[in-house]
């Protein structure tokens, strides 16, 4: 693991133990921890949608302007997806920890629920979204397979041979 990752550990697990030694979890209502649920739900969701059509945006806006609307390949489109909405733990914990100092640690333990919630949910969607880009990779492969085993056209033939006698020509 790398030291940013490490530290991001380090963050992670400082905000779970002061979450549960201040025992705020256990002083949230269950609606409130489903409407938090949902709405972390959902913001994840659009971040992941709108990062993947930022990523590849589709083709009557690419055609507009090909240089600002720039279609990146599959896997980096994936890496985005999956970068775009998790800077939540990395941004989030140190900015409350900077705006809410003087408050104490029960106070600073509720306002990261949300984020500890996020950070659960965001491992599930992370989950089905493995699955679907996988499949989406592999029906390329598949399409790169069938154009592989599939023989070329007899005309099509010809006409490479064709050009392969042209270019000795060319440069004899």
């Known amino acids: 693991m790398t030291i940013f990752g490490d530290l991001r550990v380090l963050i992670n697990r400082a905000t779970f133990c002061t979450a549960f030694a201040s025992n705020a979890l256990q002083t949230i209502t269950p609606p ?3 409407f938090n649920v949902l709405i972390n739900l959902v913001i994840c969701v659009v971040f992941t949608i709108f990062a993947f059509y930022c990523a590849r945006p589709p083709d009557f806006i690419h055609r507009l302007s090909p240089r600002l609307f720039r279609q ?5 489109t994936i890496a985005i997806c999956f970068c775009a909405p998790g800077k939540t733990q ?6 409350i920890a900077a705006m809410y100092s003087s408050a104490d640690d029960q106070t600073r ?3 990261q629920v949300p984020m500890i919630l996020y950070t659960a949910e965001q491992i599930l969607v992370g989950q089905v979204l493995v699955w679907w880009f996988k499949r989406w990779l592999d029906k390329d492969k598949r399409k790169d397979e069938e154009t592989v085993v599939s023989a070329p056209e007899p005309e099509r033939v010809a006409e490479q041979e064709q050009e392969v006698e042209d270019d000795k ?3 004899k």
């Open 32 to 34: 409130s921890v489903a």
């Open 72 to 76: 990146v390949n599959k896997a980096e």
């Open 169 to 171: 020509q060319l440069y």
């Open 109 to 111: 333990a509720l306002i």
């Open 90 to 95: 990395a941004l989030g914990i140190p900015l």
